[in-house]
Each structure stands twice: as structure tokens, then as C-alpha cells.
């Protein structure tokens, strides 16, 4: 069951159309990650679809409820933590969860959340004292505080190190697995990769290509290369032997190292065409085709450009 349907949005400022004619769907139960570059529109987005900025076109349904006209029912029934939420440096873990639990007509017991998300030890700790790390599970426990259906997390892993990234990772699972429908915004590849069960690529204020992010990877025909080591003494020269194979674009060799690119399901047909000529070889590698790979084949430029 759709628990968000977004049908033809758009968004202008001035001349600007920041988001044309937007439209996805996102199912119950499920990890849905919106993926783009910044300034892309994917913030606008979520924040029209929280009710927290008007559209100028097109039609949201979230949980049944419009965002403009249901808007406080619908703030009871949603969480939201915000690409730049900040608290005050010298409130406390617990006073933030009881402000913000105050803001609900039937909030969860925020010292439940408390011992949830780790934050237990932390109780009476000022929040400019707390890690990056801590910051971030004080600001999914806020998020939960209400008990939403759908928790909406913004840019969550921006700034922190990468032992804290993977340690926020698993908590977002947790948050999934706790029956919490949940939208992640991100711009990191490996995020939405790990933790998303479909993604909506955006790019210039459209979704170029919605799937999970497997689908993406295996639907782009993205070059990727194979690479081995040729075992002393054969004498087949593998650039001949393989050059003309369907899908090879390309074999290099440098003495014993031999590089294979190619498209496609290219690498089936280079060792089957090496076993049936008895080429031995060692090492070899097959290049993981990744997130990345499927956006620049979408958009034509790299995430991080």
C-alpha cells in the first residue's frame, strides 16, 4: 500500500523551476531514498511532501492526507528530521525529548527512546557536548518522538566520520524494522546503495530513473573492466584472442597483466572464449559496477561534480 503518492509536482521561484512535474510513489514498510546532487530539488521535495512548503503544481497524498489542508493532522502522524536541525548548545539530551514530545497529543515515553537509540548514558549531557554520532540519534529519537508512520531524515550522515556514518546506518534499519515507513535524502552513493529498497534519482529538478538500487546498476550500460594475470609461458595473445568478443571495447596488456573492457555481460564471454583456449590465468578481478556508475550513465556528470 502507498503510504506516499506525489503526482506531477512543481515548484517554481520566480523564473526558476526548481522541481517539473515530480511524480513517485512510496510503499509501506519500506527504506525509500531520494538520491541526487545538491541543489537538484530533492529537500524542496520532501518539504512539499512534509507540508512544510507549498507546491506550486500537481497533487501529494500523504497517508491520505493533503500536506497544506491536513497539515496539523498530518503533523501528528509524520517525523521529520530536517537537513539543518540545530539545537541549543546547553539543553540536555532529556529536556529535548520532553519539548519535543510536548509538541504531540499522543507522544511515545521519550525515555523508552532513550534507552532505544543509545542515549540512556547521555541523559543529562548538554547537546554541544555530544559526538556527531550522538547528535544524529538524538535526532532520529526527536524524529520518533511522536510516534510517526513515516519518518522523513534529511542529509542524516553529512559531516561524520565513517565509523559513525555505518553506526547511523544501523539505526536507520532499526527505525525500518520498528514498522516505520522511511524517506532518506541523500547525495552518498554508498548510503542509499546499503540501505534503500528503491531510489529516486533526481537530476535538475526531475527523477531521471526510479528503481532499487540494483535495477539502476543493472540497467545502465555502464563500462566496467575485468582484469587477470596471465600464467607464464602461454604463448596466446589474449588482445587477439579477445578484442572481437560481443560487448569488449577494449584489451590492454602490460607483460603479464591483462586489462578486458566492456559492456554489458561482456565478462561471460571473455572466460568462456579463455577456458574453451585453455588460457590460464590468476587474479582474476571483476570491477563491481556501482551507484556511481549508473548516474553519470543517467545524468551525463558524476554526483559529486
Known amino acids: 500500500m502507498a503510504v506516499i503518492e506525489v503526482t506531477d509536482l512543481t515548484k517554481k521561484y520566480a523564473d526558476l523551476t526548481v522541481l517539473d512535474r515530480v511524480s513517485f510513489s512510496v510503499e509501506e514498510g519500506e527504506i525509500f531514498g531520494i538520491l541526487g546532487p545538491n541543489g537538484t530539488g530533492k529537500t524542496t521535495t520532501v518539504e512539499c511532501v512534509e507540508g512544510l512548503r507549498r507546491p506550486d503544481g500537481g497533487s501529494i497524498r500523504v497517508l491520505g492526507l493533503d ?27 532529556w529536556e529535548a525529548l520532553d519539548l519535543y514530545a510536548s509538541f504531540y497529543a499522543k507522544p511515545r515515553d521519550w525515555r523508552e527512546l532513550l534507552d532505544q537509540w543509545g542515549l540512556a548514558d547521555k541523559r543529562d549531557t548538554r547537546f554541544g557536548k555530544l559526538s556527531g554520532g550522538q547528535k544524529q540519534r538524538l535526532f532520529i529519537a526527536l524524529a520518533l518522538v511522536g510516534d510517526p508512520r513515516v519518518a522523513f531524515l534529511d542529509e542524516l550522515t553529512t559531516g561524520l566520520d565513517p565509523q559513525a556514518r555505518r553506526a547511523t546506518w544501523e539505526v536507520i534499519k532499526q527505525v525500518r524494522a520498528s514498522g516505520v515507513t522511511v524517506v532518506l535524502v541523500s547525495h552518498f552513493m554508498d548510503e542509499v546503495e546499503e540501505l534503500c529498497d528503491r531510489v529516486a534519482v533526481f537530476d535538475r529538478g526531475t527523477i531521471v530513473a526510479l528503481d532499487t538500487p540494483a535495477g539502476l546498476i543493472d540497467g545502465v550500460d555502464a563500462e566496467h573492466q575485468m582484469r587477470f594475470t596471465l600464467m607464464t609461458g602461454d604463448a596466446t595473445d589474449p588482445v587477439v584472442l579477445l578484442g572481437g568478443l560481443p560487448g569488449v571495447s577494449g584489451v590492454s596488456r602490460n607483460g603479464d597483466q591483462v586489462t578486458v573492457t566492456g559492456r554489458g555481460d561482456f565478462a561471460t564471454a571473455v572466460t568462456s572464449t579463455m577456458a574453451r583456449n585453455h588460457l590460464p590465468v590468476a587474479d582474476l578481478r571483476i570491477d563491481k559496477r556501482t551507484l556511481d556508475d549508473a548516474f553519470v550513465a543517467l545524468t551525463g556528470r558524476s554526483l559529486h561534480l
Open 67 to 93: 500536506p497544506i489542508k491536513d497539515g496539523r493532522e498530518l503533523h501528528e502522524r509524520i517525523g521529520v528530521q530536517l537537513q539543518h536541525t540545530q539545537l541549543p548548545e546547553n539543553i540536555k539530551v
